[in-house]
């Protein structure tokens, strides 16, 4: 069983991991022509000194909601949502893949966002039909293609990405 809880800077070291092991798993792509070597290079300075110093910093910013989830001990997952002014954004949302499909990112989700009073907005790689079927199922829909932010890899091939939108309930 896991349970949610807030963040906390303790958790920065896992959080670094679980986004880098996340990345690697969900992009790699025959399809697309990405290979693991590549996302491997893209994100090896995940989980350096200096970038988990950079997550205690996140933690300690205000206008957000931060959880994981864990099971016992063990951080498996993870959601950051940032309050802006106009609408909340879903900015960080991991689960590693061992434990997805077990109820888990839908518990984080569902507690981050449990009163939008706000639309929320959420980036989706445009290949990844997993995520974009995950969160049509919590009502957010198509909202535009997002050119200007796509991410270049070392090998030159870009993740593209689109917006998706919840309405405010």
């Given at each position: 069983m896991f349970k949610i809880r807030a963040i906390n800077?303790?958790?920065?070291?896992?959080?670094?991991?679980?986004?880098?092991?996340?990345?690697?798993?969900?992009?790699?792509?025959?399809k697309e022509n990405i290979s693991k070597?590549?996302?491997?290079?893209?994100?090896?300075?995940?989980t350096s000194t200096y970038n988990?110093?950079?997550?205690?910093?996140?933690?300690?910013?205000?206008?957000?909601?931060?959880?994981?989830?864990?099971?016992?001990?063990?951080?498996?997952?993870?959601?950051?949502v940032i309050h802006e002014k106009n609408h909340d954004k879903i900015d960080m949302f991991y689960v590693l893949p061992n434990y997805q499909n077990h109820g888990i990112g839908k518990k984080l989700l569902t507690r981050a966002i449990i009163?939008?009073?706000?639309?929320?907005l959420v980036d989706v790689v445009d290949f990844n039909k997993k995520a974009i079927k995950f969160y049509e199922?919590?009502?957010?829909?198509?909202?535009?293609?997002?050119?200007?932010?796509?991410?270049?890899l070392p090998s030159g091939?870009?993740?593209?990405?689109?917006r998706m939108k919840k309405p405010a309930t």
């Amino acid at each position: 069983m896991f349970k949610i809880r807030a963040i906390n800077k303790r958790d920065s070291r896992e959080i670094c991991k679980i986004q880098r092991e996340t990345w690697i798993f969900t992009y790699q792509s025959e399809k697309e022509n990405i290979s693991k070597s590549d996302l491997e290079e893209y994100t090896k300075t995940w989980t350096s000194t200096y970038n988990i110093k950079y997550f205690n910093t996140l933690i300690e910013k205000e206008n957000q909601t931060w959880l994981v989830a864990e099971i016992g001990r063990y951080v498996v997952g993870h959601i950051r949502v940032i309050h802006e002014k106009n609408h909340d954004k879903i900015d960080m949302f991991y689960v590693l893949p061992n434990y997805q499909n077990h109820g888990i990112g839908k518990k984080l989700l569902t507690r981050a966002i449990i009163n939008n009073e706000k639309d929320i907005l959420v980036d989706v790689v445009d290949f990844n039909k997993k995520a974009i079927k995950f969160y049509e199922k919590y009502d957010f829909s198509f909202l535009r293609i997002e050119k200007n932010n796509a991410r270049p890899l070392p090998s030159g091939k870009k993740l593209g990405l689109i917006r998706m939108k919840k309405p405010a309930t």
